[in-house]
């Protein structure tokens, strides 16, 4: 239960990017330590998402580890805490570009857009946003020490692929999240 409330096959489609961003540039990072430490991050981001969002999980019937119990909610705050700093440690120990960007991805992606007063996983324009972002920053961490106009470039597919995703991914939720009072894009702007 544990390992499934990480969500790890979420994790495949960021390595995918992130493997893009590395064919993408000449950067010499090793890709395995890339790939564990942006997966204790996505996974401490799913688990502060679930953490936050156990009335809307139980009203659209998904992710029931910890909005039904199964796991204790203190033992998964505790576990996404471990991964931020496994995380964030490991990113700063390839480098400080890897660290900044690792903390700015924590910073995003597992606060912002999940914890209160902001909350952005909730707005129709910054849910959308922050995933897009994700995206990036997967495709970035790939590339880093390398950031020039042509991985700014090459990343555009990348972010339209990711912001297609965040549209599409509030569509099945549209009635738990009405239940909850999101105004998430497909809420907002209807199915069509």
């Not at 700063?92 to 890897?98: A, I, K, M, V, Y």
């Not at 994700?134 to 790939?142: C, D, H, S, T």
């Amino acid at each position: 239960d544990y390992f499934f409330l990480l969500r790890p096959t979420l994790f495949f489609p960021l390595w995918t990017v992130t493997l893009a961003g590395k064919f993408n540039s000449d950067s010499a990072a090793p890709i395995g330590y890339i790939f564990i430490f942006l997966g204790a991050l996505m996974g401490a981001s799913y688990i502060i998402n679930q953490i936050v969002d156990i009335e809307g999980d139980r009203d659209n019937n998904k992710l029931f580890l910890v909005a039904e119990s199964y796991v204790d909610k203190r033992i998964a705050v505790i576990l996404a805490l471990c991964l931020i700093i496994i995380g964030i440690y490991g990113f700063f120990t390839l480098g400080w570009q890897f660290g900044l960007l690792s903390l700015l991805f924590i910073l995003v992606t597992g606060l912002l857009y999940n914890i209160k007063p902001f909350a952005f996983k909730d707005n129709p324009f910054l849910g959308p946003m922050v995933t897009t972002f994700g995206g990036a920053a997967a495709f970035f961490l790939g590339a880093l020490p390398t950031l020039n106009l042509h991985i700014l470039y090459k990343v555009i597919p990348y972010l339209a692929a990711f912001g297609a995703v965040a549209f599409m991914t509030t569509i099945p939720d549209i009635e738990g999240d009405k239940q909850a009072g999101k105004k998430t894009f497909a809420v907002t702007f209807g199915f069509r």
